[in-house]
């Protein structure tokens, strides 16, 4: 990390245009994210403005919904992080305006790093791709995300 460029990262302050969680990024997702104590989750239909090919969602939108969903896994439980690895496995081609539900949850937790698992799958259950994410602990939050 010696190598990395000095930035300022306000957690709170630039969350709000975040490509895919901020609610005030007039491109973003506006993903809303919920929390069962285990499981991060959210739900999105991608549309056309989110395809690559004609009809099928571009694989920088499904690469971006997991590492979304595996980052707020590692917020709701406490941690501030940023994606130092990260590898995705696209099981089938993913039509636009499917109704997806999208969920991550921690496999391990250390002083300087967390893992993840995230999947998307469509409402009847089928996994349409997974990932792993290997993210590096910025700082511990004072309290939990909202």
Known sequence: MANWPQVSMDMEKELSMCFGCGQKNPIGLKLNFSWDGKVART????????????GVVHGGIIACLLDEVMSYAARFAGVDS????MQTRFRRPLQIDEPLTITAYLTKKTRKVVEAKGEISLKDGTVVADSTATMFVLGQRKKKAD
Do not use: D, I, S, V
């Open 82 to 85: 940023l994606t130092a690895r």
């Open 43 to 54: 739900e999105f239909t991608p549309n056309k403005l989110h395809q690559g090919w004609a």
